[in-house]
């Protein structure tokens, strides 16, 4: 079984900078889609950023030239950088992992973390 364990959130003021990693554990191979996600109170989650089995990233639109996402096969990580934080970046943050080709809807990611919380005020 797959784990998947964030840490690294917390809280910043508006500008400031966070780094949220996401360490897989388990039967990992080469090939997976890994992406973050946030859930702000009352609201859908939202896909942030995805690291998809080519090499190819994707954003969104909220968070393009402010966020980076990275992946460590060594470490088995993935990275989620977020720079020029905003209060609308506040959320829980979770990431997820998914074999082969990033699905087209959240739903499809097969592994989940529990997330960590990232306030921005």
């Known amino acids: 079984q797959v784990q998947l364990v964030e840490s690294g959130g917390g809280s910043v003021q508006t500008g400031g900078s966070l780094r949220v990693t996401c360490v897989l554990s388990g039967p990992i191979y080469s090939g997976y889609c890994l992406g973050w996600f946030r859930q702000a109170p009352g609201t859908e989650p939202e896909g942030v950023a995805a690291?998809?089995?080519?090499?190819?990233?994707h954003y969104a639109d909220s968070v393009q030239g402010r966020f980076s996402i990275s992946a460590d096969n060594a470490k088995n990580t993935a990275d989620l950088q977020m720079n020029s934080l905003k209060p609308a970046d506040t959320a829980i943050y979770y990431c997820?992992?998914?074999?082969?080709?990033?699905?087209?809807?959240?739903?499809?990611?097969?592994?989940w973390g529990q997330g960590t919380q990232v306030t921005v005020s």
């Open positions: 997820a992992a998914h074999p082969g080709f990033c699905p087209p809807v959240l739903s499809g990611y097969k592994y």
């Open positions: 690291l998809d089995v080519d090499g190819s990233t």
